[in-house]
């Protein structure tokens, strides 16, 4: 899942090579911070956040074969 999240990531920004993907977790519960630079940010989360509900929307149903929670965080 944390590939995903970079390569969707990494194809929205100006800046690529300052996208930090992180994951935590444990058994089912996974959270997948995303760290972008403070320009990028708004690219990231989009109009009244549609871009980041979609990244999340994406990444759930990826993750719906696992039987894993997945949450993603825009820090």
């Known amino acids: 899942m944390r590939e995903l999240v970079e390569v969707i990531a990494k194809n929205l920004v100006d800046n690529p090579d300052e996208v930090v993907v992180t994951e935590e977790g ?3 519960n996974i959270t997948i911070k995303l760290h972008v630079a403070q320009s990028d940010m708004g690219k990231v989360i989009g109009k009244q ?3 980041a509900k979609a990244i999340r929307a994406v990444v759930k149903a990826a993750s719906s074969n696992d039987n894993k929670r997945v949450d993603v965080e825009i820090v």
Request: proline share 0%; net charge positive.
């Open 26 to 28: 444990n058994g089912r």
């Open 49 to 51: 956040g549609r871009i």
